[in-house]
């Protein structure tokens, strides 16, 4: 078939290989295709070094029409060549869309721009002319460090004229002498398993967390480069990885160690300061100051340690030399480069894709003075000379200068987990370069093949379709979000209502779903609070179940069962928040069908109070604190959960003020008044405007609900919970 196609230019093209059929048939498809697939016989290989056995592994090539028969490799439709591995670990090159679990979030190579959601373009100004795929990011937001290069964090499917169709199989990229192989085989953990399955980007799967020391996680999250306020892009990261935080301590009672990291040494802080005329350490204690401050407002729970990288001076220069002496760094010109080179096949573990991106990015612009004195472009620095008139910096062997964003990283985790480390953590956009580059310099350091186990990466917040970007001014910080009436539990109710891993678009319309959510839940507080206070007050009504109170316990049961199995699927919140919700509906159902009163008809305080404290329980678990503190309101104390703080003597004066009504009510009723039965209905409607107490008349007494000293919530009842949304909320296919 392949010698059929001639040398005629062809329009477009799918085909089906067999592995034996790729291995001899790619240059030929190379060169029939009029170059449109050039270089693809390097792209498709596994990452292993084997296929997956016992199964049809195929793989499908689809071409772009070029323009002529003198198409170049170089150009966009060259560069718009895609593939996919379908069935075994191989590179997946030009996904376009969906979440970034591959390293392949964008398809195409990535300019100087870090222009995300062209196929295959590359340069900073040839992504325009590349054929369109579905929009997707290059770096989310949601990263929180103050950035890693979007220029690189897409998958290139690009090929440098004359390169990569006659080389051999099994060799990724070649840039100069340096060649990127095959990635060696992911080292299982051995230790103490916990039963939770984590999507792990490393192995791109699901698989056992499996502990170094019993019952005890090692965790190092990426803090933000302060130099700006947080927006909401960085306050989803963190909120997420807060809840799996909560979930990890108080359901599966972990002891985590968490260390963040905070880097207040930045080219981006020092440009500020210069701008702003200030000394940078005055802007960056500032800015961190004002992070601090919003995730303890967003209820993000303090990190076991908090480092800055000032502090960590002395560790990040004799990590440094260490590396010069094993011969893994170089210094050029009072700069230290990390020499990729000596990596072999092992740079690259999280996102070996963009590493292509980086390659192509860089053949198809000029190259800056400090590209030009590295031995690799895929180098990276480890310590920054200070230049020009501008001499921030630190004294070292090498002169004055400033560690590499990458390397601070490195140390600040390893001079606490030093070799090993169970999970590491981050937005999406810093798999590539930042995530890749620690592993690196850190494996070369300690000398091993391993050096964290398990890395979690958060999904992006879009606003239409691009990232929450500071460099892209469409964003809203979390100052402006709160100051806009919005909700701390508002916004992490939003969070819980998509996966942590999820690409989320941000709109108002989906805010107010959370919200609307949040006080669904509240409603559904207040009503059992006020049945079990009505049940307090009459304690010798029947207690015998009956056929509904055994009927709604199972189901109880149940969704006990299947809120722990999601919990330890991937912490898999959608499911868990519309579980609860699948409980507030049965609880209000079963009130609805046992009304209040002082026969055997009335419901039973013990199914109602088990239900709304165990989803109360869970709640709170997951951050989400609508209700003070959750007591039993048949038992008075200081404070009760009624959705508002309410002291002991509030408590009795409102006792008696609906007893007095409920007595004057019911004479009303008996005497055939009209007049009192005004009298009534104005106290209940002045109580409720003035005071946010809200009493509901029935057969058997008069329920009260305390909103609190405020315009009370909107009365929601039977609402249904909102339609996922299509590829956010659900698990990425990628699982």
Not at 378 to 398: I, M, N, Q, S, T
């Amino acid at each position: 078939m392949l010698g059929r196609l001639g040398t005629a230019v062809v329009p477009s093209i799918t085909l089906t290989l067999t592995l034996p059929m790729l291995r001899r048939c790619a240059p030929v498809v190379a060169r029939r295709c009029d170059g449109a697939t050039a270089g693809l016989s390097n792209l498709l290989v596994p990452r292993r070094g084997k296929w997956s056995a016992g199964r049809e592994n195929r793989v499908v090539i689809r071409t772009v029409p070029g323009t002529g028969s003198n198409q170049q490799p170089g150009s966009p439709a060259t560069a718009a060549a895609t593939a996919h591995v379908q069935g075994l670990e191989g590179v997946p090159v030009g996904a376009a869309g969906g979440d970034d679990r591959a390293g392949t979030t964008a398809a195409g190579a990535a300019g100087a721009a870090g222009t995300a959601g062209a196929a295959g373009a590359a340069g900073a100004a040839g992504a325009a002319g590349a054929a369109a795929a579905a929009p997707a990011p290059a770096a989310a937001a949601g990263g929180a460090s103050g950035g890693g290069d979007p220029a690189v964090t897409a998958a290139a499917a690009a090929a440098a004229p004359g390169e990569a169709a006659n080389e051999g199989a099994g060799k990724v990229a070649t840039t100069g002498s340096r060649k990127l192989r095959v990635r060696s085989k992911y080292i299982e953990p051995t230790g103490f398993g916990t039963g939770i399955m984590v999507y792990n980007s490393l192995t791109k799967r699901k698989q056992e967390l499996v502990l170094k020391k019993r019952n005890v996680l090692t965790w190092y999250a990426c803090g933000p480069t302060v130099y700006d306020e947080a927006h909401l892009g960085h306050a989803r990261t963190y909120v997420s990885f807060d809840i799996i935080r909560r979930i990890l301590t108080h359901h599966f009672n972990l002891s985590v160690n968490q260390i963040m990291g905070i880097t207040d040494v930045d080219d981006k802080i020092l440009t500020r300061a210069r701008e702003s005329n200030i000394p940078f350490q005055q802007l960056a204690e500032h800015f961190e100051t004002e992070f601090l401050a919003d995730m303890q407002t967003l209820g993000v729970e303090f990190p076991t340690q908090l480092k800055r990288v000032s502090e960590y001076m002395d560790e990040i220069k004799t990590f440094v030399d260490a590396l010069v002496r094993k011969g893994f760094a170089y210094e050029v010109n009072g700069s230290v480069y990390f020499d990729t080179h000596r990596l072999g096949d092992q740079y690259g573990k999280l996102a070996p894709a963009a590493v292509l991106a980086e390659s192509a990015a860089i053949r198809n612009r000029q190259q800056t003075e400090i590209e030009k004195e590295k031995r690799s472009p895929h180098d990276f620095a480890l310590w920054k000379k200070a230049h020009g008139d501008h001499l921030e910096g630190w004294p070292c062997p090498w002169g004055i200068g400033r560690p590499g964003w990458h390397t601070e990283c490195a140390v600040m985790a390893s001079s606490s987990f030093g070799n090993s480390l169970d999970l590491h953590t981050g937005g999406a956009d810093l798999k590539f370069p930042h995530h890749d580059n620690e592993i690196a310099q850190t494996e070369c350091h300690y000398g091993v093949d391993q050096w964290c186990n398990y890395f979690m990466h958060s999904g992006p917040l879009l606003i239409k379709g691009q990232n929450m970007s500071k460099s892209l001014k469409n964003f809203t910080t979390v100052k402006e979000f709160l100051n806009s009436g919005m909700r701390p539990a508002q916004f992490r109710m939003f969070c819980l209502m998509y996966k942590y891993s999820a690409i989320i678009e941000y709109h108002d319309d989906r805010m107010q779903q959370a919200g609307q959510m949040e006080e669904r839940f509240s409603e559904f507080f207040l009503n059992c609070v006020a049945h079990i206070r009505f049940f307090a007050a009459h304690p010798f009504l029947p207690r015998r179940w009956g056929k509904k109170e055994f009927q709604i316990f199972k189901q109880f049961r149940n969704i006990k069962g299947d809120v722990d199995a999601a919990l330890a699927n991937d912490f898999d919140t959608p499911t868990v928040v519309r579980l609860l919700l699948d409980l507030t509906h049965l609880t209000s159902a079963y009130l609805h069908q046992t009304p209040l009163s002082k026969t055997r008809q009335s419901g039973r305080p013990e199914v109602v109070e088990s239900i709304s404290m165990y989803v109360a329980k869970q709640l709170h678990m997951l951050g989400v604190s609508m209700h003070s503190e959750w007591k039993n309101p048949s038992q008075p104390s200081d404070t009760f959960a009624s959705g508002i703080d309410i002291t002991r003597e509030e408590n009795f004066l409102i006792e008696e003020l609906v007893k007095f009504r409920w007595t004057v009510r019911k004479l009303a009723l008996d005497a055939g008044s009209g007049e009192l039965l005004a009298i009534c209905d104005d106290l209940r409607r002045e109580v409720h405007e003035k005071f946010g107490l809200r009493l509901e008349d029935t057969g058997g007494g008069t329920l009260w609900k305390f909103y609190g000293r405020k315009e009370p919530y909107e009365k929601i009842k039977h609402l249904a919970p909102p339609p996922p949304e299509s590829g956010s909320p659900d698990e990425p296919s990628a699982h």
